[in-house]
């Protein structure tokens, strides 16, 4: 960073990072160097000694008698059988068998403003409509002849032809 | 690498495991070594500056060199990190700034008037008289005065400008900011120290 061409303030400033500039450049004392490798060498030489940490959580320490084996076959076996009960009850609750539960569908809401469906019929009411108590008259369209010889088995197949078996058809052949 | 014993059977080979040298431990030491040829060279290059540095904080010679030394040793304890490190220079500078500023806030009770002084008359004034010597150390120690007196977090900037080889990028570095705080904290300090030194010539 060159300050003299950043400077934009007046002329006090200019003397005072002289001022600094002069101190940051002052020479460093002869022999530094040396001095900092002799000072690394000693701390480097008694790290040697020392074994260098390795960021090891948790250091065991090996087994120098059998006499506490059981102990700690014990202690394994508690804690094994620790986490086998917690599980087990675990396990057995989530096996329980769940009550069955109807849910009902929730009742459909017709959008506001849109048709609804409310009143819809959907089954024509001709299949459950009204039953005749009198026969229908029969139509006076055609001549009383005619109306005579019609007898009322003809005219009933006449009028329902699809209802009578194949064989007894009423018509001469 | 394993050294093995030249001219065993393969099987003489196999039950002869205790007498290899474990791999990490050839690894290790090679490693060691360089690491600590790494760190050497760090020193040859960089110890210099990293005492002006100090030396403009702390303003007496062997406490600047104490803080190089200790700069030095925190390399070495974290020289596993030293290949990760992108530049060098600014992160020795960062370490170093570091344990000054420690040593400066933990030294407060000394008063700051005998160095500032001391200092005055250590600057180089060659060609000059006497009298002009006098009036430059003089004129120094106002400055420093001045510069002692402003906020920390300009006075800091304004330290570090003072080196030619800094840039504010690499000032922005050390101090762990941005390049555009550095040029704002840059410019306030430089207004500051122009009052101050305006108000010190009025005082006279």
């Keep these: ?173 | 690498m394993c050294l093995r014993l030249v001219g065993m059977s393969t099987s003489q080979a196999i039950y002869a495991g205790w007498m290899e040298i474990p791999d990490s431990a050839v690894a290790d030491q090679a490693r060691n070594q360089a690491e600590e040829a790494a760190v050497a060279a760090l020193v040859d290059q960089y110890a210099g500056a990293l005492y002006r540095v100090a030396f403009s904080v702390l303003r007496n010679p062997a406490d600047a060199e104490d803080a190089v030394q200790e700069a030095f040793l925190r390399v070495l304890r974290h020289r596993d990190t030293l290949s990760e490190v992108r530049d060098h220079r600014v992160w020795l500078i960062r370490i170093v700034w570091n344990i000054v500023l420690d040593r400066k806030r933990r030294a407060k009770t000394r008063p700051e008037t005998d160095d500032v002084e001391e200092l005055a008359r250590v600057l180089p004034s060659s060609g000059l008289s006497a009298e002009q010597m006098a009036a430059a150390a003089q004129h120094h120690a106002q400055v420093l005065a001045c510069v002692d007196q402003l906020p920390s977090k300009e006075r800091e900037v304004l330290q570090l400008s003072a080196f030619e080889e800094l840039s504010s990028v690499e000032i922005a570095g050390v101090l762990g900011i941005t390049e555009s705080s550095v040029r704002s904290r840059l410019f306030r300090a430089r207004n500051l120290m122009a009052g101050l030194l305006n108000h010190a010539r009025s005082l006279r």
């Design chain 1, 1 to 173: 960073m060159n300050p003299q061409s950043q400077n934009p303030i007046g002329p006090g400033t200019p003397d005072a990072e002289a001022t600094l500039r002069l101190i940051a450049a002052l020479p460093a004392p002869q022999g530094l160097e040396d001095r900092v490798h002799a000072a690394l060498g000693a701390a480097f030489e008694s790290g040697r000694q020392q074994p260098r940490a390795r960021g090891r959580v948790l250091a065991w320490r090996t087994p120098h008698s059998s006499g506490n084996s059981w102990m700690r076959t014990a202690a394994a076996a508690a804690i094994a059988l620790v986490v086998a009960g917690g599980g087990w009850g675990v396990y057995s609750r989530v096996q329980q068998p769940l009550p069955d539960r109807i849910t009902g569908a929730p009742a459909r809401i017709s959008a506001p403003g849109g048709f609804g469906s409310d009143g819809a019929i959907r089954t024509p009411q001709t299949l459950t409509g009204p039953v005749l108590t009198h026969p229908p008259e029969a139509k006076k369209t055609g001549t009383k002849a005619a109306a005579g010889k019609a007898t009322p088995h003809a005219a009933h197949a006449h009028s329902t032809p699809e209802l009578l078996p194949q064989g007894a058809h009423a018509g001469p052949k």
